[in-house]
C-alpha cells in the first residue's frame, strides 16, 4: 500500500482572539487531501517557553519607513519559514509519521527553545500533519491522537473571573474558575457555567462593581479591592445561581505569582502588602481553607524551585498543584519537579513546547508518574477546535480554555458537546467521571 506523504506547505498571517497576528498552516498531501491548522499565542509567558517568532523591527509597514507592522507582532517571517526551510526538512515524509516529522522539524531549527525558525512556525506544521494522519487513517482527530490511550471526555476548568495580565491587573491573581465536578455530563456541566457566569455579573453589579467588559478568555474583569473578595462574589454567585460550592461547584486559582513577584517578595499592590515565600504559602492555604478550592496554579514564582515543595506540601493533599510557567510543558523541567515533588500537576500548552511529539511526551510521563495534566488554551486564541480533540485522546481528564462568551473559545466547548453526543453515547470516548483510577475516589482527591 502507497503511503500518502506531505505534498506542499503554505502558511498565511491572520488574527488570533486579541487581534495580534499568528499563522494558519495549509499542508496539501501527495492524494491531494487537504488541511490546516491555526496556533495559539500566549500573554502571560514562561520564561521557559519555546521562542514564538515575532518580525519585530524587520518588516516596516509599506511605504513608511520605521513604522511596524502590527506593533512588531507580524508573523510573516514564520511564515516564510513554513513554506521555505521547514517545508524542505519534510516534504516526502510519511504524514502518519507524526513523530519522525516532529524531530526532523525541531533538527531544522537547531536550537534549544525553536527560535531561529520559531515554536509558532513549527506547531502549525506538526498540528496540521496530524489531521492529515487523521484524515488518511480515517480516523476522528482524537481518536488518532489518542493511539493506545484511553479517551477520556475532560471535566471543564472555566475562567469566570480575571485579574492580572488578562483584565489589565484590576486584580494580581490572574484568573478564578470554576470546576462543575458535580455535574452528571457535560452538557449539563456547561448549564451551570453559564448559570454561574451570568450570577456573577448580577453579583457584581448588585455590589456596585461596575462591568463594561470581558477580559481576554472570557470572565469577567472587575477591579475589587482584594484577591480574597474575588472569591467571596464567586461564593456568592454559585449560591445565586442554585447550585452548592464544594459540591456541584468548586474552584481553582491561576494565580500567575510570577507577574506580582519582584526581590524575593511577592507584591499585592491591592491590598497593600507584600509576602515572603512562606507568608505568600500561608495565605493560600488560608484561602484554601475558607473557599472550596481545588487546585492552584502557579502559586509561586516560575523559578523558585526550593519554595515550590513548600507550597505541594503544605496543599498537595487536598488541592492540585499546577506547574504553568513553572513547567512551560518542558521535559526537563518535569522530571525535575517531580523528582523534587515541587507539584502534582502539569498545565499542558501545545506552542510551550512546540511539537505534538513533545507534548505528549509531557502527558505521557505526568500520568506515569500519577500527577495530572490539565490540557490548557492560550489567552491568544483562534477558531480551531484541534485542543478538545487533544484533551479527549490525553485520557487525562480535565480541560481549560476559558469562559463561555468568546468564540475562540466556544469552539472548543462545542467540539466536546458533540463528542458526548455521539462518541460518549457509543461508548468509544469514556465521561470524566470514569476516568483513570488516578482521579478516584472524587476528581480531587490527590495521592502523594
Known sequence: MSKTTIAALDATEILDSRGRPTLEVFLRTSDGKEVSAQVPSG???????????????RIVKAGQAGKLRHAGKGVQQ?????????????????????????????????????????????????????????????????????????????????NILSGGLHAREGMEFQDFLAIPHGAESFAQAMEWICDLHRATAAELSAGGVGLSGVADEGGWGPRLATNEAALEVLTR???????????????????????????????????????????????????????????????????????????TAALGGTCQIIGDDFLTTNPLRLE???????????LVKMNQIGTLTETFTVIDRAAAAGWRAVISARSGETEDSFLADLAVASGMAQI?????????????????????????????IAPWQSAPERLAPSPFAISN
Open 43 to 57: 500573554a502571560s509567558t514562561g520564561q521557559s517557553e519555546a521562542h514564538e517568532l515575532r518580525d519585530g523591527e
Open 78 to 158: 514564520a511564515c516564510a519559514h513554513v513554506r521555505g526551510e521547514l517545508a524542505q526538512a519534510v516534504l516526502g515524509m510519511d504524514v502518519t509519521e507524526q513523530g519522525a516529522i516532529d524531530h526532523a522539524l525541531c533538527a531544522a531549527d537547531a536550537t534549544p527553545n525553536k527560535a531561529r525558525l520559531g515554536a509558532n512556525a513549527i506547531l502549525g506544521i506538526s498540528c496540521a500533519v496530524a489531521r492529515a494522519g487523521a484524515l488518511v487513517r480515517g480516523q476522528a482527530l482524537w481518536e488518532y491522537l489518542a493511539g493506545r490511550r484511553r479517551a477520556v471526555l475532560p471535566l471543564p476548568m472555566v
Open 237 to 311: 454567585a454559585t449560591e445565586r445561581a442554585g447550585l452548592r460550592p464544594g459540591e456541584d461547584i468548586s474552584f481553582a486559582l491561576d494565580v500567575a505569582a510570577s507577574h506580582f513577584y519582584l526581590e524575593g517578595r511577592y507584591h499585592l499592590s491591592s491590598e497593600g502588602r507584600a509576602c515572603d515565600a512562606g507568608e505568600f504559602i500561608a495565605l493560600l492555604t488560608r484561602l484554601a481553607r475558607r473557599f472550596p478550592i481545588v487546585s492552584i496554579e502557579d502559586g509561586l514564582e516560575q523559578n523558585a524551585w526550593t519554595d515550590w515543595p513548600a507550597l
Open 336 to 346: 525535575r519537579a517531580i523528582s523534587e515533588r515541587a507539584a502534582n500537576a502539569v
Open 400 to 428: 481549560k480554555v476559558g469562559s463561555i462568551t468568546r468564540s475562540e473559545r466556544l469552539t472548543k466547548y462545542n467540539r466536546l458537546l458533540r463528542l458526548e453526543q455521539t462518541a460518549v453515547a457509543a461508548g468509544t
